[in-house]
């Protein structure tokens, strides 16, 4: 068990959650960790309790108001079991390939596939730290930009209707760089520069189109300012030195050598988040609703080397978000918490 409380095998998981009382006093406990705190009068006491069919009311002795422990939380007013949530909420951040709606409906035992597309969207909705950290500063970023969608046939030259997904990626040293380089120069052999680093943290963006204006904003959201930026040729990358960057490109010209050298760590990532929407999802994933998908691919990856903290990371966020309602979602107005595509 992790000192901080929650489980992390599969065994501590069903020991700690083994039905939805257990899950309705560790929910209270993220919302609330120094004790209930009544949100009408701000009252610091121990509430009056009672159970509904579909929630558990906790009153203020106050001023009486009654509170439902799922109130603004991406679980309020579901009827599905808060046992159910916590174990969706298990299999989505702890799974290295995550879960698909039809998956995920078979392994829950949920009788309506939409059930469990609206939970894995809630969820999702939660993955997004609200005012997270800007990456960068002493490490460098590689930016870059790819397309997502089936082939098109010819229109003219320029032409498509894929989606264009902007990244951005931190690069770290490996502790142990300096010792690989030695020893491959020791040996009289060349190690490649993927091997002396390793991807940090990462950022996703759903943009309409690539121009300056979308890749500064993108750029201004989510790098921190000095940090050196790498990229390809593209024009629309030039004038970013104003924004108080350190800019470092190379222009590629589907070079792979090149771009295998100069940006390996984000070329990597679409890789394998393009194989994650083939293999999971076979690519259905309607233009509306990548960023969400974008959102939980970039939650797991940088969490990937500690999976247990995402499953408590996600439910802590999902106590103090706001999830989609069925007509925001499936009508596409739904404004996804990394923003709106731009």
Not at 95 to 113: I, K, V
Not at 171 to 187: G, I, L, W, Y
Not at 193 to 210: I, N, Q
């Amino acid at each position: 068990m992790d000192p901080r409380g929650f489980p992390t095998t599969l065994p501590e998981f069903q020991k700690v959650f083994p039905n939805d009382n257990a899950c309705e006093k560790y929910l209270e406990r993220m919302r609330w960790p120094e004790g209930f705190t009544c949100p009408k009068c701000a009252q610091k006491d121990e509430p009056y309790r009672s159970k509904t069919i579909s929630a558990v009311i906790l009153r203020c002795r106050r001023c009486h108001a009654n509170i439902s422990l799922t109130a603004d939380t991406v679980m309020q007013g579901t009827r599905t079991p808060l046992s159910t949530w916590f174990w969706g909420a298990y299999l989505a951040t702890t799974q290295t390939l995550g879960q698909s709606a039809l998956q995920f409906q078979r392994q829950l035992g949920l009788y309506r596939y939409e059930t469990a597309f609206q939970i894995l969207h809630k969820l999702r909705a939660g993955m997004v730290r609200p005012s997270r950290d800007k990456i960068g500063g002493e490490h460098p970023v590689e930016v870059d930009e790819c397309f997502f969608g089936g082939r098109t046939r010819g229109e003219g030259f320029g032409i498509h209707h894929k989606s264009i997904v902007l990244g951005a990626v931190e690069v770290r040293q490996r502790k142990d760089a300096e010792e690989r380089k030695a020893n491959a120069e020791n040996q009289n052999k060349s190690i490649p520069a993927k091997k002396l680093v390793y991807a940090g943290r990462l950022r996703l963006r759903l943009v309409s189109d690539r121009s300056g204006e979308n890749i500064h904003k993108f750029l201004s959201e989510n790098v921190s300012t000095g940090s050196t930026v790498r990229t390809d040729g593209l024009r629309a990358y030039k004038s970013i030195i104003s924004m108080g960057y350190t800019h470092a490109p190379v222009e590629i010209f589907s070079d792979f050598e090149k771009a295998n050298s100069h940006l390996p760590m984000i070329h990597l990532v679409f890789s394998n988040l393009k194989t994650w929407i083939m293999g999971t999802h076979h690519g259905a994933i309607a233009r509306h609703h990548l960023q969400a998908y974008l959102n939980e691919y970039t939650f797991r990856f940088n969490r990937r080397f500690y999976p247990m903290t995402a499953f408590n990371s996600v439910l802590g966020l999902a106590a103090h978000s706001t999830a989609p309602t069925y007509d925001q979602l499936y009508s596409g107005t739904w404004e996804h918490p990394a923003g709106p595509c731009l």
